[in-house]
């Protein structure tokens, strides 16, 4: 049997175990892509959390090709795939070795990457030969122990990278990375479903909340942990563990129910709309943008969501102050700009910090494609997210006061 590449490198501290949150996130290009398409997922085993999770994300128009992990047979996983049903094994073919594999719309590494950088570079020139035209490839590397392969991974990140993911919830931890080396068209993200994020952790069926609210209130408990060691009979240390439940719902992040409508134009959060005004802004093009302004107060739900479907064409940081968001002098405030580039013409989002807020988190680099609705990065303690969309494209649907609910809330409609 021909080695996969992808598991050709092997360190002294062996292949890091993938479980079932990290097989999703590898997995999440395949799940996210609405139209019928081929992948390619190279190096598993008949138990392999990521192949199950690849088979889950089949739809009907699909195909998956399947490349064993070395000393894997390829019976017993043909074996496996047959048991599964006439439903997957029509649309799931198991190949002896690569060579035998087509170009793919998606290809997926199964096996975390390990071993040194130069075997890691040589394994992913072979994989990319089997991407087509804006094609995805999709690769973990444990955290910590594979010092050649993560700086590896890291360089090709940085020059190609569309999206990284840390899952914490695996053991040990990994960090999977998406790379695209060919670009692909703003419109593909209109075909595009909101992608799986791990970093959105499920509480209930409907309920989740930012990873940013697990390790808050994990520093709460930890510091009440520690305060009643330290103090045994103060009762100080409820101040902490009390603190831990708003702390964390501060950064809730509940399952929204996107608009199908594809002239819709979503709210980017949750808040009261204080302003709908057209505007020009030479930062993002000569032509005049609709702008429609939302504060977040500090009981909003400060998840951010793409309002649009489109490309991350450009992204940057404004400096400023820290004025009270709700003010005007707040368009002024320390700001992230995500730039997309769509179907419409350029829409733009803006994450202004406000009088508390000091951190904006973003998670979509240039290069990614946003479905609408898309989680895409939040702001702590209260704030405010503008939208700018193309003055002749867009029509506003909402007014100065309007409460708007992020990813639901339709804000305004392509004409």
């Given at each position: 049997m021909t080695q996969s590449p992808a598991v050709g490198a092997t360190g002294q501290s062996g292949p890091a175990r993938l479980g079932e949150r990290a097989a999703r996130t590898l997995v999440s290009e395949l799940a996210r892509i609405n139209d019928p398409k081929a992948a390619l997922l190279v190096g598993v085993a008949p138990e392999s959390a990521v192949l199950a999770a690849a088979i889950d994300a089949l739809l009907p128009g699909d195909t998956l090709t399947v490349v064993p992990a070395e000393r894997v047979s390829t019976t017993a996983l043909r074996e496996h795939v047959t048991a599964q049903g006439r439903w997957v094994a029509d649309r799931v073919r198991v190949v002896e070795s690569l060579a035998e594999a087509e170009p793919a719309a998606?290809?997926?590494?199964?096996?975390?990457?390990?071993?040194?950088?130069?075997?890691?570079?040589?394994?992913?020139?072979?994989?990319?030969?089997?991407?087509?035209?804006?094609?995805?490839?999709?690769?973990?590397?444990?955290?910590?122990?594979?010092?050649?392969?993560?700086?590896?991974?890291?360089?090709?990140?940085?020059?190609?990278?569309?999206?990284?993911?840390?899952?914490?919830?695996?053991?040990?931890?990994?960090?999977?990375?998406?790379?695209?080396?060919?670009?692909?068209?703003?419109?593909?993200?209109?075909?595009?479903?909101?992608?799986?994020?791990?970093?959105?952790?499920?509480?209930?069926?409907?309920?989740?909340?930012?990873?940013?609210?697990?390790?808050?209130?994990?520093?709460?408990?930890?510091?009440?942990?520690?305060?009643?060691?330290?103090?045994?009979?103060?009762?100080?240390?409820?101040?902490?563990?009390?603190?831990?439940?708003?702390?964390?719902?501060?950064?809730r992040d509940p399952q929204r129910d996107v608009p199908e409508d594809p002239s819709a134009v979503v709210a980017a959060a949750d808040g009261q709309v204080l302003s709908v005004q057209r505007l020009h802004d030479e930062r993002f093009g000569d032509g005049e943008f609709l702008r429609i302004a939302v504060f977040l107060s500090v009981l909003d739900v400060h998840v951010n969501r793409a309002p649009v479907a489109g490309k991350v064409v450009d992204y940057f940081v404004a400096d400023g102050g820290f004025v009270n968001a709700m003010k005007p002098d707040a368009e002024h405030n320390v700001a992230a700009y995500t730039v997309l580039d769509t179907t419409h013409g350029t829409v733009v989002v803006a994450q202004r910090t406000g009088l508390i807020a000091r951190r904006i988190v973003q998670r979509a680099p240039i290069g990614a494609l946003l479905a609408r609705g898309e989680r895409f990065g939040l702001i702590r303690f209260g704030s405010r997210t503008d939208v700018y969309l193309p003055v002749e494209a867009a029509e506003p649907l909402v007014g100065p006061g309007d409460k708007v609910v992020g990813g639901s809330t339709v804000i305004a409609r392509w004409r």
């Open positions: 998606v290809v997926v590494a199964g096996e975390a990457f390990v071993g040194t950088a130069e075997e890691t570079r040589a394994a992913i020139e072979a994989l990319t030969k089997y991407l087509t035209e804006g094609a995805v490839l999709s690769l973990a590397t444990a955290v910590g122990r594979t010092a050649g392969a993560a700086a590896e991974l890291d360089r090709q990140g940085a020059l190609y990278g569309v999206g990284t993911d840390l899952v914490l919830l695996n053991s040990p931890p990994v960090r999977v990375y998406r790379l695209r080396f060919t670009p692909a068209d703003a419109a593909t993200a209109e075909r595009l479903a909101p992608a799986y994020r791990p970093s959105s952790v499920p509480l209930t069926r409907d309920m989740h909340i930012d990873s940013n609210g697990v390790a808050a209130a994990g520093i709460a408990l930890g510091l009440a942990a520690l305060t009643r060691l330290a103090r045994p009979r103060s009762k100080l240390w409820l101040l902490p563990a009390l603190a831990a439940a708003p702390v964390a719902a501060f950064f």
